[in-house]
């Protein structure tokens, strides 16, 4: 089979990423059983790819062993798109995705280098695991296929498919931010990661930001560049190849969201919260546990709110809910007990009969709960120390059915740049200032929230997670989403590649 043809007609929207959509676990009776995972990138493709005969690569969440295909074919079923599994040992798990991935990459790029670990073991480990993923790709490729690889997990996938013969079209997105140039050339294979990029034929960024620090890295570290273009889609020439640099704001299924949001599960669900905390000002904190989303900067803050104004003793309750995330790496199990002691530390300076100011949650909350806590929450305070996009903000937004809801936002969080006209935007690091903005938010009279929130609405539905993969598309390959319909009764089927007749 020749999959070597850049003019192919594309018929099938095939994604690769580090982890599929769905995490495998073996039951009592030692029998796979499949649930959904979580992220924004699943957040955000899932509702894409469902029911349109595409195609989802990636590791599955286990080491393999039993009928872990069979599984997979259950779970295809469920999502409405095909899985394909790329195993891993516990080996590379540690090296490639809680080594290299989460202890250099991740830390880096969310200016946090102080944290990284450049251990060159996990580069070895991290090139192995990207060939791995390029060896199901190839087995796993049809004619027409246009294939989109996702994140910093995966950056090596392109020259992987070029030493193979591959020259068809090839897209990746960077959901995390980019660095600018003296972050970037701490890291010690800077040049290979660069070069590796370039094999792509359209690199997608979240904002301006990110690609001006990717032009930057790209001229001053590779020769021979020519940069030239403005607007969304830049044009870069490099080691004879044209690439298409663009910006592409995440989005997410808007229209999903406030269709839940209304539901009479979780209106019931809504209820009971503001029945549990009444008379006062919700303030809602959701967040994966990670150290860039700054939630230790957050309570300290809030802390400060209520040390400098004494009226929102008794009026408002932060609840911070804190997924659990990376339970592996010990530096994220010392953020988790940090977390824990200044809960306990607020609640014991402040609390007052009948009111406690921080409630805490340190679980996964099931669908219902989270849009119901989106839809009670008077004030949603996202403010990560960095962040490629944050789909946790435009989630509470379009869920905030009533209009009558605050968003304050971390300047630092990718959709500030879409978001600024509706929000309140905060420095993470200044605690009086963020302190200052849940005073203002709770102070905010109803009129200035609504039209703060409608706006923040309307850029929602506008930018939705539709319209970020057409604008990908269109950019990649001169297409859009309706190119690759819905197929009614779509009945996805997962065989190997080695099976296929």
């Known amino acids: 089979m020749s999959i070597s043809d850049g003019n192919q007609r594309f018929r099938r929207l095939v ?57 997979l074919k259950v779970a295809s079923r469920k999502v409405g798109y095909e899985l394909r599994p790329v195993l891993l040992t516990e080996d590379e ?6 080594g290299f991935s989460n202890e250099i990459v991740w830390p880096l790029f969310h200016d946090l280098q102080s944290r990284c670990n450049f251990d060159p073991g996990y580069w070895r480990i991290y090139e192995t695991v990207n060939r791995k993923f390029v060896e199901v790709i190839f087995e796993n490729l049809q ?21 193979r013969g591959f020259r068809g079209s090839v897209g990746f997105f960077l959901h ?93 669900a809504a209820w009971y919260i503001h029945e549990n905390l009444p008379e006062r000002q919700i303030v809602l904190g959701v967040d994966r546990l990670d150290y860039s989303k700054g939630i230790p900067e957050r309570l300290e803050a809030f802390r400060t709110a209520l040390a400098r104004f004494p009226d929102l003793l008794q009026k408002v309750s932060l609840v911070q809910v804190v997924v659990p995330s990376r339970a592996n790496i010990p530096e994220y199990q010392l953020l988790k007990t940090e977390i824990e002691q200044m809960v ?79 929000a309140l935007l905060v420095n993470p690091y200044d605690t009086e200032g963020v302190a200052e903005a849940v005073y203002q938010a709770f102070t905010m009279d109803t009129a200035e929230r609504r039209l703060r929130m409608r706006r923040l609405r309307q850029s929602i539905r506008k930018q939705d997670i539709f319209w970020w993969v057409d604008s990908f598309l269109h950019a990649a390959i001169a297409r859009q989403l309706d190119n690759f319909p819905v197929i009614d009764d779509y009945q996805p089927q997962i065989m190997m590649g080695k099976d296929r007749s």
């Open 344 to 422: 306990g530390q607020i609640n014991g300076e402040f609390t007052q009969a009948g009111w406690v100011p921080v409630h805490y949650a340190f679980r996964n909350l099931s669908r219902t709960e989270l849009l119901a806590h989106y839809r009670t929450a008077e004030i949603g305070l996202v403010t990560p120390l960095k962040d490629g996009m944050n789909l946790i903000a435009k989630e509470y937004c379009a869920c905030s059915l009533e209009e009558n809801s605050v968003l304050i936002l971390s300047e630092f969080a990718g959709a500030a740049a879409q978001l600024q006209r509706g």
């Open 15 to 71: 994604v690769v990423s580090n982890r599929l959509p769905v995490v495998l676990t073996k039951s009592e009776t030692d029998d796979w059983e499949s649930e959904p995972s979580h992220g924004g990138l699943i957040t955000a493709l899932a509702p894409v790819l469902r029911n349109r005969g595409g195609l989802w690569i990636g590791w599955p969440g286990a080491l393999g062993g039993g009928d872990l295909h069979g599984a």
């Open 176 to 268: 995390i931010p980019f660095p600018p140039l003296d972050l970037f050339v701490k890291l010690p294979w800077r040049s290979e990661f660069l070069r590796a990029m370039l094999e792509y034929d359209l690199i997608g960024f979240q904002t301006p930001r990110d690609r001006r620090n990717f032009i930057q890295c790209v001229r001053a570290l590779i020769k021979d560049i020519e940069v030239e273009g403005r607007g969304r889609v830049l044009l870069v020439r490099a080691g004879g190849r044209e690439i298409r640099i663009g910006v592409f704001p995440v989005g997410i299924d808007s229209k999903s969201f406030e269709r839940e949001a209304r539901s009479q599960n979780v209106a019931e």
């Open 93 to 98: 798990i540690d090296g490639f995705y809680y």
């Open 143 to 163: 004619p027409g296929d246009y294939l989109w690889v996702h994140d910093y997990h995966l950056m090596l996938v392109a020259p992987g498919l070029r030493e």
